[in-house]
């Protein structure tokens, strides 16, 4: 049995990014708490916890002598500032996309502009983008929102890093129609999520089943999953090599692999060993 990995896949470059900078502050000697679970890896956040890493929910929980890490989505000035003034240093792992986005979302406030965030309003990386732009920026899923906007002023549009790039556009189509001064589009889409899924669906029409390595709550990992499943029906999300059923893999001659950008390196190699392990395996119960 064959084992391929995707051309694309695991870590994308602000987590990996995040990952390290953490990794850093550890080999200084610090105590290190980040605000919000640094990447959506319940395995990953384990090894981190390990190492000391905690996580808090709010900036009021860091101690004077600690470390307090943003993560990749980034937070509001305000939130930043409280970090600054608590914690005895700050170490700020915003992906630099999103910081892209903030940003734009600066300027334009600056200029008086309204902004709208095609997003989702709950997201960590959206509530931190509004906070660069306070009572200026909308932050909408799609375009069925837009009838609920005002008259615009000169608007800047604008992305959440990961959403897709139609929803994007027909927003943007549809804000058009909300002003008559000129909008400004800027595609602050980022790649990763859309290279993994091209890469993904390139593999599944050649494999006898599929594996996706990611957690249950990781948004990218599950829309991995759907796009897998298009074309091989035996495609299962799994978190560890334990998940992995022998009995999927009867009569399989080649297996795909690939990962959620928030699933690392090391549990990869993990799980694409033990499947190369159960392919040289002689077992009845791999025979077809
Ligand atoms: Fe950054 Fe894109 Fe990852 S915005 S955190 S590189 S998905």
Redesign the pocket.
């Known amino acids: 049995m064959q084992v391929l990995l995707a051309d694309e896949y695991g870590f994308?470059?602000?987590?990996e990014?995040?990952v390290e900078m953490v990794e850093e502050a550890l080999e200084q000697g610090e105590t290190v708490r980040s605000l919000g679970p640094l990447i959506h890896n319940d395995q990953e956040m384990q090894r981190l916890g390990k190492h000391g890493v905690t996580t808090i929910s709010e900036p009021v929980q860091i101690g004077r002598g600690e470390t307090a890490v943003i993560r990749?989505?980034g937070v509001t000035p305000d939130v930043q500032r409280e970090l600054e003034e608590k914690a005895t240093k700050v170490v700020d792992a915003t992906?630099?996309?999103?910081t892209r986005v903030q940003k734009l979302a600066a300027r334009a406030a600056d200029q008086n502009r309204h902004v709208i965030v095609v997003g989702s309003p709950d997201h960590p990386?959206m509530i931190g983008v509004k906070g660069y732009a306070p009572d200026h920026a909308f932050v909408i899923r799609d375009e069925t929102e837009v009838a609920n906007l005002p008259r615009l002023r000169n608007p800047l549009v604008v992305a959440q890093?990961?959403i897709k790039a139609k929803t994007f556009f027909d927003t943007a189509a549809a804000i058009r129609l909300k002003t008559d001064d000129e909008v400004q589009v800027v595609n602050t889409i980022?790649?990763?999520?859309r290279d993994r899924q091209e890469a993904a669906r390139a593999l599944a029409g050649m494999v006898d089943a599929f594996y996706i390595i990611g957690g249950r709550h990781s948004s990218?990992s599950v829309k991995l999953l759907a796009v897998c499943k298009e074309q091989c029906p035996k495609s299962y999300l799994i978190e560890t090599e334990e998940e992995i059923n022998d009995a999927d893999l009867t009569g399989a001659e080649r297996v795909g692999v690939t990962a959620g950008?928030s699933t690392p390196d090391w549990l990869i190699e993990k799980i694409v060993k033990h499947l190369e392990n159960i392919g040289r395996d002689d077992s009845p119960g791999l025979r077809p």
Do not use: I, L
């Open positions: 994308c470059f602000g987590v990014r995040a990749a989505h992906c630099p996309f999103v990386e890093t990961t980022c790649s990763a999520t990218n950008a």
